[in-house]
């Protein structure tokens, strides 16, 4: 794997992971949070698309590795949701008015 290549997958990580913050509406940083939550969704989303059986949609092949858009997004949006009930659980507790 070249640097570019290593470089595009990053991105498309982190576009991934910005996406499915979105969608849940819980954002717990920058760029590099949206990288990891990314890759951290595409484990998710392709382990759960798996476990019930299901295709792998849109995926974009980069060099050797594939990486799977829509089940990125999905696994991404889990993980973000996750993230903020632990937050809310955590902090809110915490928090006095």
């Known amino acids: 794997m070249s640097l570019i290549e ?8 982190a576009l991934c ?5 979105a969608l849940v509406g819980y954002t ?11 890759i951290v969704g595409a484990y998710i989303g392709v382990w759960v698309a798996r476990q019930f059986g299901l295709p792998i949609f849109l995926p ?3 060099g050797d590795t594939t990486f799977p858009l829509v089940w990125s997004v999905i696994g991404s949006a889990v993980f973000s949701a996750i993230l903020g009930l632990i937050n809310r659980a955590l902090i809110g507790s915490r928090r006095r008015y």
Do not use: E, H
């Open 6 to 13: 290593l470089l595009l997958l990053l991105l498309v990580a």
């Open 17 to 21: 992971g910005g996406i499915g913050q």
């Open 28 to 38: 717990a940083g920058g760029c590099l949070v949206s990288i990891f939550v990314g």
């Open 60 to 62: 974009i092949a980069i």
